[in-house]
Every structure is written in structure tokens, then in C-alpha cells.
């Protein structure tokens, strides 16, 4: 699996009850928590949280991430906009995705999102690895 990535949108490798983000944020608040000059838990509820350092059609070019991640049989994967990653812990993101099937579990993390607050779109995609050719 290959995923190209800028900006603030994620996606997760759920896997046998973990999940793991395979994408990097690319705001100012990430590189903070890079940096060590603020911790993860901070990051979260920053008031510059949204100030993102690269994104597509800002500027002629952008470097893009590339991250490539073998897959398995059962692997779930998950693109989301911060809409949701701002509102939705990595933990319970898991849990209702492990829970429920993938059309339920969007609906679910969506409304999970609306009811903190909901105040950015949420993008939710969901993908279910059943064949590996």
C-alpha cells in the first residue's frame, strides 16, 4: 500500500485491535510535538492547531510524503479529515471501527465528532483489506 500525504488529513492501519497512524501532520503544532517543545496531550486542544505547513495548492510545489505499508488480510484502513482526528481520540477511533462493520463505523465516528462539537467538516473513508493479490 502506497499513500501520498500533505497537509492535516491522516490515515490509521487498524490491525488485530491496534491502531497506528501511518501519516504525519504537517501543521505547526506537530512540528512542536517533534520538536519536544510541547507534549501530544497539548497538541490536541492548541489554539494553533490548525496552522498547517504544507498542503496542496499553496504554493507551486509541495513535498509530499510518501508512506508505503505492507497490508494483511483484515487490515482495516482509515482516511479521515481533522475534523474528526481533532475530536475523536486514536482509542475510540479503534474501538468503533473494530466494533462495527465499515459503513456503521463511519457513521458512527461522524456523529461522534458532530456531538463534541463538529466544528470542521469530517471526512471519514474507510477501507477492509479482504484480498491480497
Do not use: F, P, W
Amino acid at each position: 500500500l502506497y499513500i501520498a500525504n500533505v497537509g492535516d488529513s491522516r490515515a490509521y492501519l487498524i490491525r488485530e485491535g491496534k491502531i497506528e497512524q501511518i501519516t504525519e501532520d504537517h501543521s505547526l503544532v506537530s512540528e512542536q510535538v517533534k520538536a519536544g517543545m510541547i507534549s501530544a496531550s497539548d497538541a490536541r486542544g492548541h489554539k494553533l492547531k490548525n496552522i498547517i505547513t504544507r498542503s496542496v495548492g499553496y504554493q507551486e510545489e509541495v513535498d509530499i510524503d510518501l508512506v508505503c505499508k505492507e497490508v494483511r488480510h483484515g487490515d482495516k484502513l482509515l482516511l479521515c479529515s481533522d475534523g474528526l482526528s481533532n475530536l475523536v481520540e486514536d482509542r475510540e477511533i479503534e474501538e468503533l471501527v473494530e466494533k462495527y462493520d465499515i459503513r456503521e463505523a463511519c457513521e458512527k465516528l461522524v456523529n461522534s465528532a458532530n456531538s463534541r462539537g463538529g466544528d470542521d467538516n469530517i471526512t471519514v473513508i474507510i477501507l477492509q483489506v479482504d484480498e491480497i493479490t
